[in-house]
């Protein structure tokens, strides 16, 4: 037992159910991936406008709302809170099945979006009131398996589905399970006491978004880490959202053998950048606390490597490998980032912190990433045709590698001093 009564088997019972749950939130963002070509044929439009509905459409909904939601889950009950949120995001995603035209498959995105900004802040707050610092990275990296597994089951299910009961179907066949989820989550989960892992006193103090804001932004880590996150996030999902169009451009494959083989790469690689790096973070952190971030940096210039012989090269066998290799250090920087920001603020703004990260995070990343390929592919079509994709993805990726790395190394320089302040000023 700990602090409040909690056991450890339902300690690790709850973390379990969160990853299910974000397992359930990665599905219904990411199955829009796999589903892109068949949207374009179906309502005829540009690379841009698969951009805006992948990306800015659900992102500006998604990172904004997630503040005052965040705010609510630092005052009230964290799993309800999910829960609800969860619900909403379901059906989103099951209505997006059956709209009649891209704008109101853009209104169900937003949708989708404002459901899922629920989930993240709270399940944040609540894991770091699970496991204490020393453990919180490893924790987090577990938490984020969730994002492994839904890409995984949404290439996978979602290549099958697209070839076999067309892209609408997909949409309500993944949608409606997450109603039985929320109602397993809003009876079975524990609501963590408040500071319960690190014997911290809760004072019940209320801060506004802008008070947790400008506490962030005095913390210059905290500023770089936000910042590196946010275009590592950038080159992500600009990725996760048009490397099928890229494989079937460039490379002639189809959607079902694209499902299988991301599905399983992506799955794997990501799951073992997101526990590895969390493991690391804890483990090379005890020594020297900037060493966690010293590893970020050097994970992103590594897969760095990976990037100008992925795009280029005209064997799909060999993109793949190197698209797999490439993906585990590409994912190492997320479970750090969350736990580091946990650690960084007061008890009563860990979920409002959370917030202001993925706001940070989603609108430079999922808000411009997938954008900013589909509006530069555009421009390129008139020189490249069909490899406009190719060269829009690895303009990306080359600049993005070594400014992730500098911007973890200038966290590093002061993160210790950051952490040994969070209650002095």
Same mark, same amino acid.
Request: proline fraction near 3%; include cysteine; charged fraction near 10%.
């Given at each position: 037992?700990?602090?409040?009564?909690?056991?450890?088997?339902?300690r690790?019972?709850?973390?379990?159910?969160?990853?299910?749950?974000?397992?359930?939130?990665f599905?219904?963002?990411?199955i829009?991936?796999?589903?892109?070509?068949?949207?374009?044929?179906?309502?005829?439009?540009?690379?841009?406008?698969?951009?805006?509905?992948?990306?800015?459409?659900?992102?500006?909904?998604?990172?904004?709302?997630?503040?005052p939601?965040?705010?609510?889950?630092?005052?009230?009950?964290?799993?309800?809170?999910?829960?609800?949120?969860?619900?909403?995001?379901?059906v989103?995603?099951?209505?997006s099945?059956?709209?009649?035209?891209?704008?109101?498959?853009?209104?169900?995105?937003? /949708?989708?979006?404002?459901?899922?900004?629920?989930?993240?802040?709270?399940?944040?707050?609540?894991?770091s009131?699970?496991?204490?610092?020393?453990?919180?990275?490893?924790?987090? $990296?577990?938490?984020?398996?969730?994002?492994s597994? *839904?890409?995984?089951?949404?290439?996978?299910?979602?290549?099958?589905?697209?070839?076999?009961? /067309?892209?609408?179907?997909?949409?309500?066949?993944?949608?409606?399970?997450?109603?039985?989820?929320?109602?397993?989550?809003?009876?079975?989960?524990t609501?963590?006491?408040? *500071?319960?892992?690190?014997?911290?006193?809760?004072?019940?103090?209320?801060?506004?978004?802008?008070?947790?804001?400008?506490?962030?932004?005095?913390?210059?880590?905290?500023?770089?880490?936000?910042? /590196?996150?946010?275009?590592?996030?950038?080159?992500?999902?600009?990725?996760? =959202?048009?490397?099928?169009?890229?494989?079937?451009?460039?490379?002639?494959?189809?959607?079902?053998?694209?499902?299988?083989?991301?599905?399983?790469?992506?799955?794997? =690689?990501?799951?073992?950048?997101?526990v590895? $790096?969390?493991?690391?973070?804890?483990?090379?952190g005890?020594?020297?606390?900037?060493?966690?971030?010293?590893?970020?940096?050097a994970?992103?210039?590594?897969?760095?490597?990976?990037?100008?012989?992925?795009?280029?090269?005209?064997? =799909?066998?060999?993109?793949?490998?190197?698209?797999?290799?490439?993906?585990?250090?590409?994912?190492?920087?997320?479970?750090?980032?969350?736990?580091?920001?946990?650690?960084?603020v007061?008890?009563?703004?860990?979920?409002?912190?959370?917030?202001?990260?993925?706001?940070?995070?989603?609108?430079? *990343?999922?808000g411009?990433?997938?954008?900013?390929? *589909?509006?530069l592919?555009?421009?390129?079509?008139?020189?490249?045709?069909?490899d406009?994709?190719?060269?829009?993805?690895?303009?990306?990726?080359?600049?993005?590698g070594?400014?992730?790395?500098?911007?973890?190394?200038?966290? =590093?320089?002061?993160?210790?001093?950051?952490?040994?302040?969070?209650?002095?000023?």
């Amino acid at each position: 037992m700990i602090g409040n009564g909690l056991s450890k088997s339902a300690r690790r019972y709850s973390l379990a159910v969160l990853v299910v749950v974000y397992t359930f939130n990665f599905i219904d963002r990411q199955i829009l991936a796999i589903l892109l070509p068949a949207i374009k044929a179906e309502f005829l439009v540009d690379d841009w406008v698969l951009g805006f509905l992948v990306g800015t459409s659900f992102a500006v909904f998604y990172a904004t709302l997630g503040m005052p939601i965040a705010l609510l889950a630092d005052r009230w009950n964290r799993r309800n809170l999910i829960a609800g949120a969860l619900a909403i995001w379901s059906v989103m995603t099951a209505l997006s099945g059956v709209a009649a035209n891209i704008v109101q498959l853009s209104m169900a995105r937003i /949708g989708v979006g404002i459901g899922e900004a629920g989930c993240s802040p709270p399940a944040h707050s609540m894991i770091s009131d699970y496991y204490p610092p020393e453990k919180r990275a490893t924790a987090m $990296g577990i938490f984020t398996l969730g994002i492994s597994a *839904g890409i995984l089951i949404a290439y996978l299910s979602g290549g099958w589905l697209a070839e076999n009961l /067309g892209w609408r179907k997909t949409l309500l066949i993944v949608g409606l399970p997450g109603l039985a989820l929320a109602l397993i989550v809003r009876f079975s989960v524990t609501e963590p006491v408040r *500071g319960m892992s690190e014997n911290r006193q809760d004072n019940d103090e209320r801060y506004g978004i802008m008070a947790v804001a400008r506490f962030l932004y005095s913390r210059k880590s905290f500023v770089h880490m936000s910042l /590196g996150a946010a275009l590592a996030s950038f080159n992500a999902y600009a990725v996760l =959202s048009f490397f099928p169009s890229f494989l079937i451009r460039s490379h002639g494959m189809n959607l079902q053998e694209i499902g299988m083989y991301l599905g399983l790469i992506i799955g794997i =690689s990501s799951a073992i950048g997101f526990v590895g $790096g969390g493991y690391l973070a804890d483990r090379v952190g005890s020594i020297n606390r900037k060493y966690a971030l010293w590893a970020i940096a050097a994970s992103a210039l590594m897969a760095w490597l990976f990037v100008f012989p992925l795009y280029l090269l005209e064997d =799909s066998t060999w993109v793949l490998i190197l698209f797999f290799i490439a993906s585990v250090p590409t994912n190492v920087y997320l479970a750090t980032t969350f736990a580091q920001t946990q650690s960084l603020v007061r008890l009563r703004m860990r979920a409002a912190a959370s917030a202001v990260l993925l706001f940070i995070i989603n609108i430079i *990343g999922l808000g411009l990433g997938p954008q900013f390929a *589909g509006i530069l592919s555009d421009f390129l079509a008139a020189s490249y045709g069909a490899d406009s994709m190719r060269y829009s993805l690895l303009a990306i990726g080359a600049v993005i590698g070594p400014w992730v790395a500098f911007h973890y190394y200038a966290a =590093s320089r002061h993160i210790a001093s950051d952490l040994d302040r969070v209650n002095t000023d």
